[in-house]
């Protein structure tokens, strides 16, 4: 018995010998970074962000006078009195903090479009304990990003921008943010998934993370294991005691920010298609074997689409040599395309895979110029408003199936201040009916600032009420 268990254990030892020494069996060893050593290094690179907003008190909106054949209306006239009578508001200051990381010894720091928007005032914390203003250079709303200039004497320390396209699911990471006001913390954790889609604009593609990212965080850096940043904290999705972190990849963020230290706008290109999810069910209706694809809704009439011969029913599967294999990736990628590039797109129509040569446009979304491709068309009184179609109609619930519904406000805007809700429908601005998106524009353009804009709406449930609006 002890001969026998001397010779298996013999066995164990050479067999282990045997197996370490081959070249192609690989060796479990420890993957957790050093994450003190690494904090050490890349902590002089973020900085906290606090900004100041000058508020002013709610505008005040007299009651308009009804016709009345008893005479004037008691109801309005003391209504109107009780405004002339109330103190009025003082203006208020608002304040807010933030997260951002230096990305040149120059002064230019990345951080969120929702920390510094409508600042009057940005002050920028270093590491070291000073505190210097900072100048908003550009940012972009629909992706949230922002860039920011400080100026130094000294070369400042600066964070080097990874490749998140390289990123793997379950490679860890590190946030360093301002939290809750606590300067500098630093939490870690995995890359949980890619390409998160959660509602916040229409190039949604987060990446999702386990490291802990409270409220102060936004605009931060989370850095990979080699002290690289491969994304920009923004977004938190909080229930059951914790929460979900995600942020935008910087491979992303760094053609916008490009452009913004560049002109400090930015452009993106057009294609003129509006386009719908691909079911399992529409696909087997096309004769397609899978629901890979972004279908095409309609064709914006005088759109590079349209010259190329783009159709509604078209089911794109390529674009400039990327798959999609979900519609949600087609405005990502065609928002990053270079302007009067010519692009392969490849589709699917009547059965077949046929090749579509497109010359790109520019997409034009500034003062309520039209946007397809997942754009939003935006005025200056902080309403987004879209002609009716048969998934927005089913979105809110709407018997409408022809006009225009506001489908989402602007936080902070005037609009919201005056309680216009998403899902109203637009019936007449300054007694004009308009139809379309092309005659809102048309109308809301024409008005100067200062001048006061009212509308006549038609809310959810049924009932129609004016707002009257400040435009900004």
């Known amino acids: 018995m002890f001969l026998s268990r001397f010779f298996s254990v013999q066995i164990l030892v050479i067999g282990l010998i045997v197996a370490l020494s081959q070249p192609n069996v690989s060796v479990a060893k420890a993957v957790s970074p050093d994450f003190a050593a690494l904090a050490k290094k890349v902590n002089p690179t973020v900085v906290n962000i606090r900004t100041a907003k000058n508020i002013k008190p709610k505008q005040r909106v007299r009651r308009p006078q009804q016709q009345n054949p008893f005479g004037n209306n008691f ?14 508001q003082r203006p208020r200051r608002e304040q807010s903090l933030g997260t951002g990381f230096i990305i040149s010894p120059d002064g230019y720091i990345i951080t969120n479009n929702h920390v510094v928007n409508g600042a009057d ?4 914390k270093l590491s070291d304990g000073r505190e210097v203003k900072g100048e908003i250079k550009g940012s972009d709303e629909k992706v ?21 396209d390289s990123l793997e699911v379950g490679e860890w990471v590190m946030a360093i943010g301002n939290p809750f006001g606590l300067s500098h913390t630093v939490t870690a954790g995995i890359v949980s998934a890619k390409g998160r889609v959660i509602g916040s604009g229409p190039y949604d593609d987060f990446i999702q993370t386990d490291a802990s990212i409270n409220p102060g965080n936004s605009g931060g850096p989370l850095f990979n294991a080699e002290g690289r940043v491969i994304g920009v904290n923004t ?10 972190g995600f942020a935008i990849p910087i491979s992303m963020a760094k053609t916008i920010v490009n452009q913004l230290r560049e002109s400090g706008k930015v452009i993106r290109g057009y294609l003129g298609v509006r386009f719908q999810p691909l079911t399992a069910d529409l696909a087997k209706s096309f004769g397609l074997e899978s629901d890979k694809g972004a ?10 689409a349209e010259k190329a011969g783009l159709k509604a029913g078209d089911v794109i599967v390529e674009y400039d040599g990327k798959q999609i294999t979900e519609g949600s990736e087609l405005p990502r990628y065609v928002a990053t395309t270079p302007v009067d590039k010519k692009v392969r797109i490849v589709i699917y129509r009547d059965g077949s895979k046929q090749d579509i040569f497109l010359v790109v446009g520019k997409l034009k979304d500034k003062d309520g110029e039209p946007g397809p491709d997942g754009g939003k068309d935006n005025d200056r009184i ?5 002609e009716i179609r048969k998934d927005i109609a089913d979105r809110f ?14 936080p902070g805007s005037s609009a919201e201040e005056a309680g216009v809700t998403a899902g109203s429908i637009v019936i007449e601005i300054n007694g004009r009916r308009p139809e379309t998106v092309k005659a809102y524009n048309s109308l809301v353009t024409a008005l100067k600032k200062g001048d006061v804009m009212r509308l006549l709406l038609r809310r959810p449930d049924g009932t129609t009420h004016y707002i009257a609006l400040k435009v900004e």
Do not use: C, H, W
């Open 75 to 88: 109801f309005d006239d003391f209504f109107n009195r009780y405004l002339d009578e109330m103190p009025q």
């Open 121 to 124: 005032e940005v002050m920028v």
């Open 144 to 164: 949230d990003l922002a860039l920011i200039k400080i100026s130094e004497k000294e070369r400042l320390p600066f964070a080097e921008l990874g490749d998140s």
């Open 235 to 244: 977004a938190i999705i909080a229930g059951g005691g914790g929460g979900i």
């Open 295 to 304: 279908l095409i809704a309609s064709v914006e009439k005088d759109t590079p």
């Open 382 to 386: 902080g309403l987004y408003v879209e």
């Open 397 to 410: 619930g709407l018997s409408d199936n022809k006009g225009l519904v506001i489908t989402e406000v602007k």
